[in-house]
Structure formats: C-alpha cells, structure tokens
C-alpha cells in the first residue's frame, strides 16, 4: 500500500493570502487527486492531478483558485489561492496504486486542515 | 445532487451489537462499491469493497450486502468494538472513471 505525505498538517491562514499544500507519495500511483472536506461532512473531488500538465478540475472548482502541479508521479502540490474564510476545510491528497480501468485502492493523506480567519 | 445516500448520519452501538449502515445510489453505471473509515484527524482508508457481481462479501467482523435491483448496499459491522468508533464513507465509482462519489458519512460510537 502507498503512504501519502501531506504538509503542512495544519494552518491558520489571513484572508485574502495563499497557501500551497504538498503531497509526497512513497511509491508510484498512476492518478493522485486532491478532495476537500468540509467540517463534518464528506468528501468532494476538486481536481486530478496530471503528471505534467494541467490538472483536471470537477465543476465548481477553477485554476485560478486552486492551481496544481504534478511535476513527476510522487509529488503534488495544491494552492489555495486568496483565501477566504469559506476555504476554510481539510484538503486530501489521494492517490490510485493501480493501473486507471481497475477498480484499486484509494490512497489518502492524513489532510490539510486550514483555518482562514 | 448527491450521488450515494448514506444514513444515519450517526450511530450508537453497544459493544458487542452489530452496526448497520445504509447507501443508496441512482447512477446503474456504477460497478465498484468501496466503504471508507475514517479516524479522527486522519484521512478514509479502505475497509471492504465490493462489486455487482456478488451479493454479499465478508471480511472478518465487517460484511457488505448489495441488493443491485434496489441500488441499495449496506455495511455490517458484527460484534462492534469501542475501536470502531470511527466515520464511515460508503462510495461508487464506475470502473476507469476517476471520481469515486463519496456518501455524506456516519459517524458510528461504540459505547463499552
């Protein structure tokens, strides 16, 4: 099974600025997502990480305010980009250890809680 | 539009008793029905997972039922521990889709 990595584990954020959130997996994953959960509730999947190029966003999420990278297969990074307090949640990063058309595990961080004030 | 129903949202169990939670889902594309556990400051990690072509799947004291012509599945959690206390996602994805459409949780207590 993969370990995903995920710092910083927690933040308190301004208004108005940005934080960058990083994900390192141990192993090679062929797809790494990021998903936002609010307090209390479930999950919802902001975006696919695509190694190389643009992530794939899902409806309701935009570049501008959650840019992505995926410079190679182990490492993601999602920015949060001018906060606001309704940003304010736990960020995963996950990973899929299986090739895409398997039904693999999902892998997830321990999140990014960040509080925006 | 939420893709899964879960319920209850939350639930207390005596030691000892068996937990039941309940999923629901329109979308008779989905093929891949995993349960996620979730602790307290940490992120889901799989449980038990199954797909349409069985009724059933059991591993240890945790059991998935799927009723397919319902589109109902449920977890069952036999001879519940204080150590399951936990939240609990029920899931659906369609195989080589990358979303895996998440339940709304419940939060299980096992009481001593």
């Known amino acids: 099974s993969a370990v995903i990595s995920q710092k910083p584990s927690r933040d308190i954020c301004q208004r108005g600025t940005s934080l960058t959130i990083q994900c390192q997996v141990d192993?090679?994953?062929?797809?790494m997502f990021w998903y936002r959960q609010q307090p209390g509730q479930s999950l919802t999947l902001i975006a696919t990480?695509?190694?190389?190029?643009?992530?794939?966003?899902e409806s309701g999420f935009v570049i501008d305010k959650f840019p992505i990278s995926r410079p190679n297969l182990t490492f993601s990074t999602l920015t949060v980009s001018n906060m606001s307090p309704e940003d304010s949640s736990i960020y995963l990063c996950s990973g899929l250890g299986v090739p895409s058309g398997s039904p693999g595990e999902l892998f997830f961080g321990e999140g990014s809680r960040l509080t925006v004030l | 539009q939420q893709q899964v129903k879960q319920s209850p949202q939350s639930l207390i169990v005596q030691k000892g008793g068996i937990s039941i939670i309940n999923c629901a889902y329109e979308n008779t594309a989905f093929d891949y029905f995993p349960w996620y556990q979730q602790f307290p400051g940490k992120g889901p990690a799989l449980l038990i997972a199954?797909?349409?072509?069985?009724s059933e799947k059991k591993e240890g004291r945790f059991t998935i039922s799927f009723n397919k012509s319902a589109k109902q599945f449920s977890l069952h959690i036999m001879d519940s521990q204080p150590g399951d206390s936990a939240t609990y996602f029920c899931?659906?994805?369609?195989?080589?889709?990358?979303?895996?459409?998440f339940g709304t949780g419940t939060r299980l207590t096992v009481i001593p």
């Open positions: 899931a659906a994805s369609i195989t080589g889709a990358n979303n895996l459409f």
């Open positions: 990480a695509n190694q190389g190029s643009e992530a794939t966003y």
């Open positions: 192993s090679q994953v062929t797809m």
């Open positions: 199954i797909r349409p072509d069985v």
